[in-house]
Every structure is written in C-alpha cells, then in structure tokens.
C-alpha cells in the first residue's frame, strides 16, 4: 500500500539526491509545497513526488538548468509529463532487450 505522505528523508533516498537539493528547490518551483507540521517537518505528497520526478528527469535527461526547468514545468506541466513517460518507458524496452539478447547470446 502506498503512503500518503513521504518524509524528506525518504523523499532524497528514493531519488538518491540530498535533502539540502529538496529545501533549495522549495524556493525555486512554486509546484513543490510540501506539507508541514507544527514543528516544520515536511511531508511530501504523490504530486510532489511527481514534480520532483520532473525535476529529475528536465535537469538529467534533457539537461536544463533549474531556470529552464522552472519555466517548463510552469508552461506545459502536461508535455514534461508526457516525454518523461516515453524516456522512461524506452528504458525499461531497453532493458528488456539487453536481457533478451544476453540470453540469446549465452
């Protein structure tokens, strides 16, 4: 069962970054508004994990800088949403033709 919220530190685990890169990018994408509690501890959501994914995926994949990123994900949330599935879906074909011809090569 998946959770509601994640905390920081599971957030940065999952996408093997720092939780100092998480508190940076809070100020510079209006999208990631994490929740807190009365003692400031953040909590993310499902739709926060997922811009933080796009993050990722603008910054990594097609090499933007953060003010590059910033200003895709603020004009077409959808479109960034749309490549980052085919990129991630193609890498997962590749894979599955890597161990597809790794077997037929044995």
Do not use: C, H
Not at 21 to 35: A, C, D, G, I, V
Not at 57 to 73: D, M, S, Y
Not at 82 to 105: A, F, T
């Amino acid at each position: 069962m998946d959770k509601i919220y994640y905390s920081i530190s599971e957030v940065a685990d999952m996408f093997k970054i720092n939780q100092s890169n998480l508190r940076f990018w809070e100020k510079e994408f209006s999208k990631l508004k994490p929740k807190r509690n009365e003692k400031g501890t953040r909590f993310y959501s499902k739709e926060d994990i997922e811009t933080i994914k796009q993050i990722i995926f603008l910054v990594n994949e097609q090499k933007l800088t953060l003010k590059g990123a910033k200003n895709k994900i603020n004009q077409k949330l959808d479109v960034v949403a749309k490549q980052q599935s085919i990129v991630e879906r193609l890498k997962k074909i590749r894979q599955e033709l890597k161990g597809i011809s790794n077997e037929l090569s044995k």
